[in-house]
């Protein structure tokens, strides 16, 4: 018989690393929690982004970057066994500059990552012309941009649909409302117990978003989070204009523009704001006139998993052999690599060598004496 592995979680991460385990061999069941639970894969922008990940960790650019690299493959893998196109489009993104002070940091930001990645480095600052060529509709406010021909977006809910789907053909269980509350040893056996059940597994990871903290806590894992919540509108339906995506605006294949990008630090509760939309409608329109006289059709707040220093949180347990937790703000973009590295290394019995960097010691500090 196969082995059985349990991920707690059904958002983007927790779905994407059971497929890596359902594709190496594993029999694997979801638990999932509850419809009022917050959840981040079903509000968030849709860039598959890497320009701006890892100016100060290395690492963590080569990670975004590698899963980038495996995004085109993985969706096409989506399309061909679920019907499904995620409308992936990786042509590259812009993240524009509107005044001076803008410029400046990101002109900063972009030589930094030059001197970090060096070779490996692909973005560059480019000027108000280059931005003109291939975004014609841009303001003139626009005084230039960080530009990465990596950058891509997707539709984050037909993805969710796609993976869901392709999780049923491999025969994955997903357990809706089953809470998970620890994870423990029952003599030899590691075991997830929850509200009425406790279920067995040869591997367990915990993806639950926020609730990892405290459910990864359980088997002597660390790791600290905080809600950092995001707004996005959504305008009508137009006419296909916005090519390229940036961190604040994208267009959707369907026509919809979506924007808005904001970090509202510790802030657990869902739900808009005048003042963060008005200000997102300001920005969007300074990018893009022609959204000024456009209908907004609907708006939302959602609650970002954010580690307490940014980077994602890749941690085995040493109380609970065979026990992992995992988190991330990304999911979106490392949603390939968690698929088709990750889970398959997890099956494997280790995680990966390359996310040694981002496992959960560094959270342990030792107090001075
Ligand atoms: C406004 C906004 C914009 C974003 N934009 C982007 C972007 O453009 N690109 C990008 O890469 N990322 C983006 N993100 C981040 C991305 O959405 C998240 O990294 C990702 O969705 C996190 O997925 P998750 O599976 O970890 O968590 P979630 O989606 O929060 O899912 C957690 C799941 O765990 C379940 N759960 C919780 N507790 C338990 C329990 N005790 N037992 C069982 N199940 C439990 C919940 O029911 C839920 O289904 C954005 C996020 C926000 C909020």
Redesign the pocket.
């Known amino acids: 018989m196969s082995e059985r592995a349990i991920v707690?979680?059904?958002?983007?991460?927790?779905?994407s690393i059971a497929l890596g385990l359902a594709r190496a061999g594993l029999g694997v069941v979801i638990?999932?929690?509850?419809d009022a639970?917050?959840?981040?894969?079903?509000?968030?922008?849709?860039?598959?982004?890497v320009q701006s990940k890892g100016a100060d960790h290395v690492p963590y650019a080569r990670w975004s970057r590698q899963s980038a690299r495996l995004w085109p493959a993985f969706a096409a893998e989506l399309e061909q066994t679920t019907g499904i196109d995620v409308e992936y489009d990786q042509r590259g993104g812009f993240s524009f500059c509107l005044d001076e002070a803008e410029v400046e940091a990101r002109r900063a930001m972009v030589d930094k990552m030059a001197a970090r990645l060096g070779p490996e480095n692909d973005v560059e600052f480019v000027d108000a012309g280059f931005v003109r060529q291939r975004v014609p509709h841009v303001g003139p406010k626009v005084l230039g941009a960080s530009w990465c021909p990596s950058d891509g977006h997707v539709n984050?809910l037909l993805l969710m649909g796609a993976l869901r789907k392709r999780a049923a053909a491999l025969g994955i269980d997903i357990l809706y409302g089953?809470?998970?509350?620890r994870i423990g040893m029952n003599g030899s056996h590691l075991t997830v117990y929850?509200e009425g059940f406790g279920m067995r597994a040869d591997r367990v990871v915990v993806?639950?978003?926020?609730?990892?903290q405290e459910?990864a806590a359980t088997a002597g894992m660390t790791v600290p989070l905080k809600p950092v919540?995001?707004?996005?509108v959504v305008t009508e339906r137009l006419r296909k204009v916005i090519d390229y995506p940036t961190p604040t605006t994208r267009q959707a294949r369907a026509g919809s523009v979506i924007f808005g990008?904001s970090h509202e630090d510790d802030m657990a509760v869902p739900g808009t704001t005048l003042s963060v939309i008005a200000s997102h409608a300001q920005r969007a329109i300074a990018e893009f006139p022609f959204l000024a006289s456009r209908r907004i059709l609907r708006s939302w707040?959602?609650?970002?998993?954010m580690p307490r220093d940014g980077r994602p949180v890749y941690a085995s347990s040493g109380t609970c052999p065979g026990a992992y937790a995992i988190?991330?703000?990304?999911?979106?973009?490392?949603t390939a690599i968690h698929a088709g590295i990750v889970g398959p290394s997890i099956a494997a019995g280790e995680l990966p060598p390359a996310v040694s960097t981002f496992s959960d010691e560094r959270f342990h500090v030792v107090s001075p004496a």
């Open positions: 707690i979680g059904g958002g983007i991460v927790g779905l638990l999932d929690g509850a639970d917050n959840r981040a894969s079903y509000g968030n922008a849709g860039l598959v982004w984050p089953h809470k998970a509350t929850g993806a639950a978003g926020l609730a990892t459910l919540r995001g707004q996005i990008n707040g959602a609650i970002r998993v988190a991330c703000h990304s999911g979106i973009t490392l």
